[in-house]
C-alpha cells in the first residue's frame, strides 16, 4: 500500500467538498489530499450507499470523513469506504454543532476518549486503508495541552498514525458552528508541541491558514497542512501551492480549467444534476483578478436556468469561453 501524501490536504467542509467541488480543484491540483463532506455512519447504514458514496474516480485520491459514535456501524462505514475506492476513511471529532452534538459525534467525543478508541479499533479491523482522526486540541474550558496530550495518547495505542489537529477548542453548546471557526483563539503551539512529543505520528495542522508562505512556515514544524475556507474563496491558490510546494510547473491556466469543466458539466447534466450544484463552486475561480466580479454576477444570473439540456448548457457555455484577457477587462465574450 503505497503511503498517501499528506502535505497538503483541503479540509471537509459540510455543503462545500461534494463530489463537484473535488473535481473542480484536482483540475487545479494532482497533488493535494481531498475529503469529502463528514457523511453520518447511520445515513450511510440506512440510506443509498451509492447515492452517499459513490464519486468520480478522477479526483482521487480522496478520504471519506464518517461522522459517529457506533464502533459496528462506523466499521461498516469504513469497510463500505474502502469498498468504492477511497484512499483513507477519517474520523470526525471536530465539529461543534448543536445537532451533531445531539447525535453524539463531532467535537463532544472527546469527552469520551475510550468510546473514541472503540470506534476506531473497530474501523481500522473492517478497512486495509488508512484511519486518520481529525480533532480539535479541546473544549469549553478543558483545553490544556495535558488534556490533548492524553487524548492523543490513548487513540495511538489503536494504531491510528495520522492525527489533524484543528488548533482551535470547540465551545459546545455555546458558539455556532461559524462562530467556533473565529473566535476561539488558535494554538498552533499545541500543535507544534504535539509532534515533538509523538515524533512517530504523523501530525497534520489545521485552522487559520490562509497563503502558501504560511504552509511553508508550518511544515518547519509538523508534517502537514490542512487548509479549507480560504481554498473555497478563492480556489486557484491551489495553483501557487502546486508550484510553491510540490515544485510542480505544469498547472491548467484558469482558462484551461473552465474549458476542462465544461466537459465534466455536460456529462453531469445528462446524469440529471443541475447546472448550479456545479457552477457554484467556482465563484472564487478569478479571486483577485481585475474583472473577478463580472465572472461572479454572470454565473449567478445564468448557472440556476430551469431544467437545462444539453443545447442550453451549450449557449451559456458558450458565452463563458473568453480569451485570457477578457476577465481583466471585465468582459466574458
Not at 489530499?33 to 440506512?46: G, N, P
Not at 472503540?118 to 488534556?147: A, F, H, W
Not at 455556532?176 to 500543535?191: A, D, G, M, S
Not at 445528462?270 to 465563484?283: E, F, V, Y
Request: include cysteine.
Amino acid at each position: 500500500m503505497s503511503r498517501l501524501n499528506r502535505t497538503v490536504s483541503v479540509a471537509p467542509m459540510m455543503d462545500c467538498t461534494d463530489k463537484h467541488e473535488r473535481f473542480f480543484l484536482r483540475l487545479i491540483s494532482k497533488n493535494v489530499l481531498l475529503y469529502t463532506e463528514m457523511i453520518v455512519s447511520e445515513a450511510i447504514d440506512r440510506g443509498d450507499k451509492k447515492k452517499l458514496l459513490e464519486f468520480d474516480m478522477r479526483e482521487k485520491p480522496v478520504a471519506l470523513q464518517l461522522g459517529g459514535s457506533s464502533p459496528k456501524l462506523l466499521g461498516n462505514a469504513a469497510y463500505l469506504g474502502e469498498e468504492f475506492g477511497y484512499d483513507e476513511i477519517n474520523l470526525n471529532l471536530g465539529c461543534p454543532s448543536k445537532k451533531v452534538q445531539k447525535n453524539r459525534f463531532g467535537a463532544c467525543l472527546i469527552r469520551e476518549p475510550n468510546l473514541v478508541a472503540d470506534c476506531l479499533s473497530e474501523m481500522i479491523s473492517k478497512t486495509s486503508i488508512p484511519v486518520t482522526v481529525k480533532t480539535r486540541i479541546g473544549y469549553d474550558n478543558v483545553d490544556q495541552y495535558e488534556n490533548l496530550y492524553n487524548f492523543v495518547n490513548i487513540l495511538k495505542e489503536t494504531g491510528v498514525k495520522t492525527f489533524i489537529i484543528h488548533a482551535r477548542k470547540a465551545m459546545l453548546g455555546k458558539f455556532t458552528p461559524k462562530q467556533n471557526l473565529n473566535i476561539p483563539p488558535l494554538k498552533y503551539e499545541y500543535v507544534n508541541r504535539l509532534k515533538k512529543d509523538f515524533k512517530d505520528l504523523e501530525i497534520i495542522i489545521n485552522g487559520g491558514i490562509t497563503s502558501t508562505d504560511q504552509i511553508k512556515e508550518h511544515l518547519d514544524n509538523v508534517d502537514g497542512v490542512m487548509i479549507g475556507r480560504s481554498i473555497y474563496h478563492s480556489p486557484y491558490m491551489l495553483a501557487d501551492i502546486e508550484n510553491q510546494i510540490f515544485n510542480n510547473s505544469e498547472i491548467l491556466t484558469r482558462q484551461e480549467v473552465v474549458e476542462k469543466l465544461i466537459k465534466y458539466l455536460k456529462e453531469e447534466i445528462k446524469k440529471g444534476t443541475r447546472l448550479n450544484q456545479i457552477m457554484r463552486h467556482t465563484l472564487g475561480l478569478f479571486h483577485g483578478q481585475t474583472g473577478s466580479s463580472f465572472w461572479k454576477r454572470y454565473l449567478s444570473e445564468n448557472m440556476c436556468v430551469r431544467d437545462a439540456d444539453v443545447k442550453k448548457i451549450d449557449h451559456i457555455m458558450d458565452k463563458v469561453k473568453f480569451n485570457p484577457q477578457s476577465i481583466s477587462a471585465g468582459q466574458i465574450e
